[in-house]
Nanobody
Framework: QVQLVESGGGLVQAGGSLRLSCAASGSIFSIGARRWYRQAPGKQRELVATITSGSSTNYADSVKGRFTISRYNANNTVYLQMNSLKPEDTAVYYC???????????????WGQGTQVTVSS
């Protein structure tokens, strides 16, 4: 079993910053690409940022230049540094990872429970 646990969400004023963390734990053999998604009320879940196992990154156009994804493989944690936050960034943020568990030959899509980010104007 593998768990992803997000933390770092909260309420911040427009222009402020937050740093989200997502820690993976359990019987992990390796982790491939890691992603952050978000879902605002009444909207579909959207991909915000991706970081591969080789640390290549990709961002949604709406967050380029403001958000930075990074990973620290020693503790199986991925981060999302969010700067210059806007009210439209308000959403539940979910982390996602392709995880290969010990004894498995395959990578499985794994999700965290989500953390709320609210940006006030």
């Amino acid at each position: 079993q593998v768990q992803l646990v997000e933390s770092g969400g909260g309420l911040v004023q427009a222009g402020g910053s937050l740093r989200l963390s997502c820690a993976a734990s359990g019987s992990i053999f390796s982790i491939g690409a890691r992603r952050w998604y978000r879902q605002a009320p009444g909207k579909q879940r959207e991909l915000v940022a991706t970081i591969t196992s080789g640390s290549s990154t990709n961002y949604a156009d709406s967050v380029k230049g403001r958000f930075t994804i990074s990973r620290y493989n020693a503790n199986n944690t991925v981060y999302l540094q969010m700067n210059s936050l806007k009210p439209e960034d308000t959403a539940v943020y979910y982390c996602n990872a392709a995880v290969r568990t010990t004894g498995s030959r395959y990578y499985y899509d794994t999700w965290g429970q989500g953390t709320q980010v609210t940006v006030s104007s």
